[in-house]
């Protein structure tokens, strides 16, 4: 990832979404049932109330 994604990068609702360009896109999937969130975060995101530490996935589709 070129760009820091700050807590994103080390929480548990962050999916890392590879398009066919090569471009990365992280995605919040709290966000799907948390409106305080965005599903696309501003990175680097520097404070969230949604953070929860734990291990990023990769997403295969
Ligand atoms: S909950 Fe916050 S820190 Fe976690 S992935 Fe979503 S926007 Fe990023």
Known sequence: MLISPGLC???RHA??????RGTIYLRCTRAGWD???V???RLPVLHCVGFEAGE???EDD
């Open 15 to 20: 999916k890392a979404n590879t398009t066919k």
């Open 39 to 41: 599903r696309y975060p």
């Open 35 to 37: 409106n305080r969130l």
């Open 56 to 58: 990023p996935s990769p």
């Open 9 to 11: 990068g080390v929480c």
